[in-house]
């Protein structure tokens, strides 16, 4: 390898870095967080207490494709897109 070979790989080397960076701390993460949301989601069934994005606490009645029904009091039910829906409420 001759001089001029060696500095231009020295130079693409900090962008390498940097995407690698990107990759490992910021892309990866959110992918892996966007997965775990997609089986939450995809694992709702009827009689599930679940919590949404606005912070409605309510029990699942139905459930469609793209759509949520609540009960959050007696005999008032709301009908939510699936995608709000923040999480499932445990008791641990």
């Known amino acids: 390898m001759d001089a001029e070979m060696m500095?231009?790989?020295s130079s693409?080397?900090?962008?390498?870095?940097?995407?690698?960076f990107f990759y490992f701390l910021l892309y990866r993460p959110?992918?892996?967080?966007?997965k775990k949301r997609d089986a939450m989601l995809a694992a709702l069934k009827?009689?599930?207490?679940i919590i949404t994005l606005g912070g409605m606490h309510g029990k699942i009645t139905a459930l469609d494709d793209k759509s949520v029904t609540l009960r959050v009091a007696e005999d008032v039910n709301i009908v939510f897109e699936r995608s709000a829906i923040s999480a499932v409420n445990t008791s641990e």
């Open 46 to 49: 009827v009689g599930d207490e």
């Open 7 to 9: 500095a231009q790989l």
């Open 12 to 20: 693409w080397g900090p962008i390498v870095i940097l995407v690698l």
């Open 30 to 34: 959110q992918k892996q967080a966007q």
